[in-house]
């Protein structure tokens, strides 16, 4: 069956520092990728998405950028954060398999000081 | 754009009655998915139901079902025989049936839904 891993569950970073939440499926290949960002007592919102190998979408103009280095793993990344950052990132995956439907990972809390 | 709203911030129930969550989207597509998931206080996204907008036949899981009304763009949960377990945040998400590439999931801002004993 199919697993997604996400870490960090938990940062603390300053405002300017860099920033890598890692996400990787197992248990299928060729999966679509997803990273979500869900602030505060609000609902989801789709950040970035990819289909393939270093082919990433990009939903919102923002401080972040993702990158996709193998076929299952999806990397979220920030040169220097900002305190807007601070959320709770979601990684996510589907497969034409499974139904299409999307299926997330453990989350990330992220919080920018 | 397709849109999704969730009308009730909150919701309570006593433990073993059921209660229904609301749901209504906004699309001029005919072909379409429709979920709810459930984000218990580990924060982690749980599929509970899905539904497709082709079928008729509402969906079932357990305990939950859905009350599908593809005419007035309603897609309410309901919850029979609430357990303590079930407390989280509900999310009604829409999607269009897309056979390539991703899968965008469109949101609503969520139901919290409280259990009592």
């Known amino acids: 069956s199919q697993t997604i891993h996400q870490w960090p569950a938990t940062l603390v970073q300053p405002v300017g520092s860099p920033l890598s939440l890692e996400c990787t499926v197992e248990g299928t290949s060729n999966p679509n990728l997803y990273w979500y960002r869900q602030a505060a007592g609000r609902g989801l919102q789709l950040l970035f998405y990819?289909?393939?190998?270093?082919?990433i979408s990009s939903e919102v103009p923002q401080n972040l950028s993702a990158s996709r280095p193998q076929d299952r793993q999806f990397i979220l990344s920030s040169k220097k954060l900002l305190l807007s950052d601070s959320g709770f990132y979601l990684c996510?995956?589907?497969?034409?398999?499974?139904?299409?439907?999307?299926?997330f990972g453990e989350g990330s809390w992220l919080t920018v000081v | 754009a397709q849109t999704v709203t969730q009308s009730q911030p909150e919701m309570s129930v006593q433990e073993a009655e059921t209660v229904t969550l609301s749901c209504t989207y906004d699309?001029?597509?005919?072909?379409?998915?429709l979920f709810w998931y459930k984000q218990p206080p580990s924060r982690q996204m749980i599929l509970v139901i899905r539904q497709e907008a082709y079928k008729q036949q509402n969906a079932t899981e357990n305990r939950f079902s859905v009350n599908f009304q593809k005419a007035a763009k309603s897609f309410s949960l309901k919850i029979s025989d609430s357990q303590l377990g079930d407390a989280a945040m509900y999310f009604c998400?829409?999607?269009?049936?897309?056979?390539?590439?991703?899968?965008?999931?469109?949101f609503g801002q969520g139901t919290r839904l409280t259990i009592n004993p």
């Open positions: 990819s289909i393939g190998i270093d082919q």
């Open positions: 699309t001029s597509e005919s072909d379409y998915y």
């Open positions: 996510a995956w589907s497969v034409l398999t499974a139904g299409n439907t999307i299926y």
């Open positions: 998400a829409y999607r269009p049936r897309e056979h390539q590439g991703a899968q965008k999931l469109v």
